[in-house]
């Protein structure tokens, strides 16, 4: 098998038959015999149905027969000045959720927050998002929220007023002795100051802070290295050689979106003359990062100390490391001279939570002159300070009876903390337990007193991400619910005097004052603080310049060696790590985030252990232990035993397994309880730093099956080939060409899979072979194209050749598969959450996918993301085939769908080669106004999307469609509809400014380009131009609409060696 | 001769009649229209309130009093001249009435005033009702087509069928009579139930009802002429047609918004917190809003926490003013047993117009019936049409400024849609963002072009509207 072949997992790398004929059927529905459960859970039948045809018959005479039904037109009484119902309005905000940062513009209609953009002000993200801060909207209208203070008396929570809850936790907190907070990672300025205020008034407490997933190693390491406690700035975009040890800074490390960002400035390729870094990745298992990088080392995970000792000893010539795996060795080995000639130009990260690993990684940095270059401690970072050894002293703390009083903010240590149980144990000791929290979680079912928060939606508040860069949460609704700012509750239980609750929003002035007396002063732009509140307040984003100093390196290197953790001896070993959508569990309450499918492993709705393959040398890759996807198996992890489900992952670290993070929540409403495992109770402690691998590990061979097997990867693939009947491969469409052109060849094979061209890759040095390589094929498809009856070109000049042709452009080399364009496609289109039944029968919703593809050694290969939506094909193969002409072309290239005229026979879908149309199954957002059609059915509730506080959250410019239809991506119409209604008011000519996709705006790194193809000065044209550009399926002749750019990885055949 | 004589004889008639029809006798009709397009926007329309302007029923008597016809002829025709000159009741009234100055209106004749003044009388006294009556009663008999006509002409044509049929029944029996053979004359009932009048008729049943099923099917969810009864007896007569509003005024998303947008509360307050009495149904309809906003007329201010009042509280506020109106409309000390209906059966009116199922409270929005109603997968974005198409919105809407009942005016189908799209130019030339339709603009110029329609832009695709 060649090196630059492209597969999508293994069951394509090895042809597996029950595959093959999966790809060959559109929409895998359930078979009825096989179903059991189907059948007797439909319950309709003949009679049945001629029962609601009569029903039908009779309700729609009667309605008919009836009067109009009213529908009230409801105007405000007092109209807002900035409200105009019909036209959306954006506030400037800031996503925060612990450590995780985004400033966003939020778009409102009508008042309600709908969607979030990014800001394009701010200097960390330049107007990126992630997933995460694409979901948070739905977060907001969440039916698992608190709606009312509550008290607990006899183990039931009860509503209670405020005025109650605070008499009674004042008299509460009077009378303790020793009081504590503990809460994640908090940024706000603001919000440490209601905290100084409360301590001021309680002066016994204590603050606790921690994180679900834990930095403290590097904070430890840093006040060692440096004698100052943050996280440093990084600057991925000035460095050519970045090394990673296991730190996923595309997807969860510390600040993902800024440095996805700083990351692609290095990665985009126009030709072969382009510059490119170099990543190297050194992890146990695929991660989202070590998917993007040019190459990875693969080590166990015990092996990391080992492997950062092999290097610095690489570095500065002191040796160490020995024990490393030789593969390793002589990988890093490579890299060192590589990162030795970049010096200053180069960056070295881990993941790593042992403070002499990161140390280590510290004086590797300082050697390398990198600091004040690609990293440094002017602009450090905020996003994490939690230091979970404070936590666990907490807990002996409480367990000696020495704490009466318990403030949980927002923190849920019951569940992710690695010694969840024993926090437990403790809360019990305590007198007072307060959670101020805005859903319940497993932490806040053990306390007495629930002072439920706003939604960051609904709050004030500000955020220091990193030094010197301010931003501010404003308000974008009306409290839904009777919830209190948290800091507003704290600083009424301290009766404080800067808090005045007579006031009409009593915190904003509070945080005025704030700012007034901090902030005011260091800016001399503006000479009134309401100007200069007005302007933070408008643009969301302050400062951008770092304002710390440099410091200087001190510390015991070589002690820091002696320290690093030891490899184990065990066979095998887990690693546990974060995924991009859960975190620790946070989101698991947002069915948006649960249905976004991993991007590496790509499952959905749970945690999969992920296990290696192997090749067993004739023609099959075996799964570890024999296991097979959707398998179960019995996981033991020290004395905890789990049966999961299995995935089995390429460019998995012999004898490693691994398994995410934040599921198994036992208290996460009804979205997110019991969906997969809780690891966080195996996870152990070692130094007062969580641990995230285990040594002490089994796993068992196959002893089940998973009812659904929710992982996507092998649902709607293209690009497939074909084989006949004595086992050969062909390429369908020549020969059938063949036969209607010469006749000759073989017949039967008209519409079949063919070698097709869906990912064109390269190496860097290798660019101007392959780039000659695709011209070729792309010729070939272009000639075939040419003995075509349809007259493309005449459209093209009669048609296409004024006003609009839309279209888009993917850049394969910028996408590093975040997902957060599908799930703002998910927020902007009204795309349904179907749940995980549905997923595993091939029925999610999303109009975008991201295709994951390998290509290299199967041992250890790379990873190429394709974001696949419908290709709005100019030639479209679904617009021919539908008997109603539901979908047809729009003279302005848009590939439409009228869900009116949809009757359903799916022809389309069948038809269409990229495999981007969906159908829905059921009535998904319970838009049938008729109660049958509402989906119990197959005794599975849906209930994602159906309650009408979730519906707020829908799109008003989409119509939500009901059962029976079919949907596709539209290029999000809505705006562009909107964005030439702009520019026809304004009586110009449209700019491609004015129209933006939702997954566009949504990207960190740019990879979208949408825009007007007959614009010919666009950015659009000048990479439809580039020599990288191709189609995807281009031999097929469908005249696509969306472009991609070859993939490049900068991976050289001397560090394969 | 005669002939002749009789046209001459037509001729002088009409001549001696013309000045008569030109300027005529002061009329109650003239009166009418004069006060309409003069008066109205500042006089109360029953000639008994105070408005802008003061109630003007009576000012005659009261000027004739101390002072000759003339000068209240010159004040009407333009008060600031007789203010400037001192004229004792001018500078009375101008002071009365916080120095507000009444519009100048020299081009009225002694007789024009004489007949403003005829009216106002009437209504002050008749209350108008006669004159009103006819009025109406005549426009109506001229539009109607009578039905009965129809019926009468069905009915003979009818009789003339069975006479036909009788005819050719004797007819025959005649010819079969010459040649001999029997003819069994058909009774009428056989005639009637005869195979082929069964059959004519079945099929003319199943012809009829199938066309009245198709359309009424095409028909079903469409609301022309739809014009419910609305919580606020709301005349777009008078705001846009006497009044000349502009419709965007309070429909101020018409020009930015897919939304046209209801005006609200505050919108009508912007003219109604002068304008406290209505000029047709005094205060029955206008507390309405005052109502639903928490404006006390009594006092001219806004009520504080106006949301936390209980009915009856708001009930009280609002029977004093309907009260104190209504005793001074009718120039009484204390209410009679009249007045206390009238408060009753105004509140009652208030209290079930702003509160249903769902509000229980007086207090807030009001709740109008949606006349234009788009089913939700149809996207119609008023900005487009109004600000890109400068459209008017008569076009659409009917004259709404002649409605004193809001209707819908078109079908607002897909066909009817489609229909202008097709018909429709588009402001080609005037707008630059047209200037990427390279194209038409070069056929446009060639000549090879008329116009360019909203179809040729791909007015006519699906998600142009549906998406």
Redesign the interface.
């Known amino acids: 098998m060649s090196k630059n072949s492209i597969w999508i997992g293994e069951k394509d790398l090895t042809q597996d038959e029950s595959f093959l004929e999966s790809v060959e059927q559109e929409f895998k529905s359930p078979n009825v015999l096989e179903n059991s459960d189907v059948i007797t859970d439909q319950s309709s039948n003949r009679r049945d149905f001629l029962k609601y045809l009569g029903f039908g018959v009779g309700a729609a005479t009667v309605a008919a027969g009836c009067d109009i039904p009213i529908k009230r037109a409801i105007p405000y009484v007092i109209k807002p000045d900035e409200i105009v119902p019909g036209v959306a309005t954006y506030y400037a905000s800031s996503y925060v959720e612990g450590g995780d940062y985004c400033p966003i513009l939020v778009k409102c209609r009508e008042g309600r927050p709908i969607k979030v953009e990014g800001n394009d002000l701010s200097t960390m993200t330049h107007g990126g998002t992630s997933a995460r801060a694409q979901a948070a909207v739905l977060g907001l209208y969440d039916t698992n929220r608190y709606k009312n203070p509550q008290h607990k008396s006899d183990k039931e929570f009860s509503d209670i007023s405020w005025a109650d809850l605070d008499k009674a936790i004042i008299e509460k907190l009077g009378a303790a002795k020793n009081v504590r907070i503990v809460t994640n990672t908090n940024i706000s300025p603001s919000s440490n100051e209601a905290i100084k205020e409360f301590v001021a008034a309680y002066p016994s407490t204590k603050v606790v802070t921690y994180d679900p997933v834990s930095s403290s190693a590097m904070l430890e390491a840093n006040e060692m290295s440096f004698g100052d406690r943050v996280i440093p700035g990084y600057r991925f975009d000035k460095a050519d050689v970045i090394v990673s040890f296991n730190a996923d800074f595309l997807g969860t490390w510390i600040s993902p979106i800024e440095f996805a960002n700083q990351y692609i400035k290095n990665r985009k390729v126009s030709g072969p003359k382009s510059k490119m870094s170099r990543h190297v990745q050194v992890e146990s298992h695929m991660s989202m990062t070590g998917s993007n990088a040019d190459y990875r080392i693969l080590i166990k995970p015990s092996e990391q100390g080992e492997a950062i000792a092999f290097l610095h000893g690489q570095i500065t010539g002191t040796g160490g490391g020995s024990q490393l795996n030789d593969k390793a060795k002589a990988g890093l080995t490579k890299i060192a001279a590589e990162l030795k000639a970049a010096k200053g130009q180069s960056l070295v990260v881990s993941g790593s939570n042992n403070t002499y690993e990161q140390v280590l990684i510290n004086d590797i940095n300082n050697v390398l002159g990198n600091y004040g270059m690609t990293l440094g401690f002017s602009d450090a970072s905020y996003q994490r300070q939690g230091n979970e050894g404070n936590l666990d002293a907490l807990v002996s703390e409480m367990n000696g009876g020495r704490v009466d009083a318990l403030i949980v903010m927002g923190a849920n240590p019951a569940y992710d903390f690695a010694k969840a149980d024993a926090f437990k144990n403790s809360l019990e000791k305590v007198a007072t337990k307060i959670a101020v929290n805005y859903q319940p979680n497993e932490t806040t079912a053990l306390c007495n007193y629930i002072a439920p928060t706003h939604h960051f939606l609904e709050s004030w508040g500000d955020a220091e991400p990193k030094r010197g860069q301010y931003s501010i949460i404003q308000p974008t609704i009306r409290p839904l619910f009777k919830t209190r700012q948290g800091e507003a509750s704290l600083l009424t239980w301290a009766n404080s005097s800067a808090y005045d609750t007579n006031a009409e929003q009593p915190y904003l002035d509070f945080i005025k004052a704030y700012w007034k007396s901090n902030m005011f002063g260091n800016q001399s732009e503006f000479a009134s603080f309401q100007g200069f509140w007005d302007n933070a307040l408008h643009d969301g984003v302050l400062g951008g310049q770092g304002s710390g100093t440099e410091k200087t390196f001190n510390v015991d290197v070589s002690l820091a060696k002696s320290k690093v953790s030891k490899p184990s001896n065990s066979e095998l070993e887990i690693v546990f790590y974060e995924t991009a959508n859960m975190g620790n569990g946070q989101f698991s309450t947002n069915p948006w985030l649960q249905e976004m499918p991993d991007p590496v492993a790509r499952t959905t709705w749970g945690n999969y252990l992920a296990v290696p393959v192997n090749f067993d040398g004739n023609k099959k890759f075996i799964g570890f232990n024999g296991l097979n996807d959707g398998d179960l198996a019995e996981l033991t992890v020290g004395d905890e035993k789990f049966t999961l489900p299995v995935v089995k992952q390429f460019g998995m670290a012999p004898g490693t397994i691994a398994l995410a993070l934040g599921y198994g929540r036992s208290n996460a409403g009804k979205c997110g309880t019991g969906v997969g495992v809780n690891v966080n109770k195996v996870l152990t402690m070692s130094e007062g730093m969580t641990q995230y691998y285990s040594d002490q590990v089994q796993v068992s061979g196959t002893v089940g099956k998973e009812d659904h097997f929710s992982c996507v990867q092998y649902h709607h693939t293209i690009g497939v080939k074909a084989t006949n009947n004595d086992g050969d491969r062909i390429n369908a469409d020549e020969a059938t060409l063949g036969q209607t052109a010469y006749g000759v060849g073989i017949t039967g094979y008209q519409g079949s899979l063919t070698e097709r061209s869906v990912i064109y890759n390269s190496t860097l040095k290798d660019l101007p072979k392959k780039l000659a390589e695709m011209q070729k094929k792309r010729d070939i498809a272009k000639h075939l194209n040419d003995a075509t009856l349809y007259p493309f070109d005449e459209y093209t000049e009669n048609l296409y050749s004024q006003g609009h042709h839309w279209g888009m452009h993917v850049d394969l080399n910028s996408c590093i598969g975040c997902n957060a364009c599908t799930v703002a496609c998910v927020a902007e289109n009204n795309v349904p959450v179907v749940g995980k039944k549905e997923v595993s029968r091939h029925h999610e919703m999303t109009w975008l996918r991201i295709d994951r593809y390998y290509f290299g050694e199967a041992e250890n290969p790379n990873v190429v993301y394709q974001p696949m939506m419908c290709q709005h094909c100019d030639n479209a193969p679904c617009e021919n085939v539908c008997p109603v002409n539901a979908t047809n072309h729009s003279s302005e290239g848009l590939n439409q769908m009228a869900y009116n005229r949809c009757v359903g026979t799916r022809y389309c879908a069948n038809n269409c080669p990229y495999k981007v149309r969906r159908f829905n199954w059921l009535d998904y957002t319970t838009a049938d106004i008729f109660p049958g059609n509402q989906p119990t059915l197959n005794s599975e509730e849906i209930p994602f999307g159906a309650d009408n506080l979730t519906r707020m959250v829908l799109n008003p410019d989409v119509t939500v469609r009901s059962r029976g239809v079919i949907e596709k991506c539209s290029f999000c119409v809505q705006r562009i509809q909107e964005g030439k209604l702009t520019a026809k008011s304004e009586g110009r000519r449209l700019q491609d400014t004015d129209v933006r996709t939702a997954c566009q705006s949504a990207c960190p790194t740019g990879a979208i380009t949408f825009g007007d193809r007959n614009n010919k000065k666009g950015d659009l044209s000048k990479l439809w131009n580039s020599q990288m550009n191709y189609i995807a399926l281009e031999e097929v002749n469908v005249q696509s609409s969306v472009n991609y750019t070859m993939k490049v990885v900068n991976r050289d055949e001397s560090l394969d060696a | 001769m005669i002939k002749n004589s009789f046209k001459s004889i037509l001729l002088t008639l009409s001549i001696a009649m013309l000045p008569f029809l030109m300027n005529g006798q002061p009329s109650i009709a003239e009166g009418k229209t004069l006060f309409k397009n003069n008066c109205a926007s500042c006089h109360a329309k029953n000639m008994k309130s105070k408005a802008t302007g003061p109630a003007l029923g009576g000012a005659v008597e009261r000027w004739t009093a101390d002072y000759p016809i003339e000068d209240l002829y010159s004040w009407v025709r333009n008060s600031q001249k007789l203010v400037s000159i001192g004229h004792p009741r001018a500078v009375q009234l101008y002071n009365e009435w916080n120095k507000s100055v009444m519009q100048p209106a020299e081009f009225l004749t002694d007789d024009n005033i004489a007949s403003l003044f005829l009216y106002i009388d009437d209504v002050f006294i008749n209350g108008g009702k006669k004159q009103v009556v006819n009025g109406e009663s005549v426009a109506e008999v001229e539009s109607e087509t009578p039905a009965w006509l129809y019926y009468l002409l069905f009915g003979f044509l009818a009789i003339l069928a069975l006479i036909l049929a009788r005819i050719t029944s004797n007819l025959n029996f005649i010819a079969s009579e010459k040649e001999g053979g029997t003819y069994e004359r058909k009774t009428l009932w056989q005639t009637l139930t005869s195979k082929s009048v069964v059959g004519f008729v079945l099929f003319a049943l199943v012809l009829f009802g199938g066309y009245t099923t198709v359309n009424?099917a095409v028909n079903?969810g469409r609301?022309e002429g739809?014009a419910?009864k609305q919580p606020i007896e709301f005349s777009h007569e008078t705001h846009a047609g006497l009044n000349k509003i502009d419709c965007q005024y309070c429909h101020?998303?018409a020009r930015?918004?897919?939304?046209s947008?209801?005006?609200?509360?505050?919108?009508c307050m912007n003219c109604h917190k002068a304008i406290t009495v209505g000029s047709k149904h005094g205060t029955a309809e206008i507390t309405k809003i005052f109502a639903?906003?928490g404006f006390n007329p009594n006092n001219n201010l806004y009520i504080d926490n106006y949301e936390d009042l209980s009915t009856e509280e708001v009930e009280a506020i609002y029977t004093k003013w309907i009260g104190d109106n209504y005793l001074e409309e009718a120039d009484l000390q204390e209410l009679d047993k009249e007045g206390k209906r009238v408060v009753a059966d105004q509140w009652n009116n208030i209290y079930t117009s702003l509160t249903n199922d769902q509000k229980t409270k007086v207090q807030?929005?009001?709740?109008?019936?949606?006349i234009h109603?788009l089913p939700?997968?149809v996207?119609f974005?008023?900005?487009?049409h109004v600000?890109?198409g400068k459209l008017e919105c008569q076009q659409c809407h009917g004259a709404v400024e002649e409605m004193e009942v809001m209707q819908q005016h078109s079908p607002l189908s897909m066909g009817w849609c489609i229909n202008c799209h097709r018909q429709t130019e588009v402001k080609f030339a005037?707008?630059?963002?047209y200037?990427?339709?390279?194209?038409?603009h070069e056929e446009l110029k060639s000549g090879d072009r008329d116009a360019v329609t909203v179809e040729d832009?791909?007015g006519l695709?699906?998600?142009?509207c549906?998406?």
């Open positions: 009424n079903l609301q739809y419910p101020d998303g930015r918004s897919k939304h947008v209801i005006p609200a509360a505050n919108t639903s906003i807030g929005p009001i709740e109008w019936v949606r109603n939700d997968h996207y974005n008023h900005a487009q600000t890109v005037d707008n630059a963002y200037n990427s339709y390279e194209k038409y832009i791909g695709e699906c998600q142009k549906h998406y």
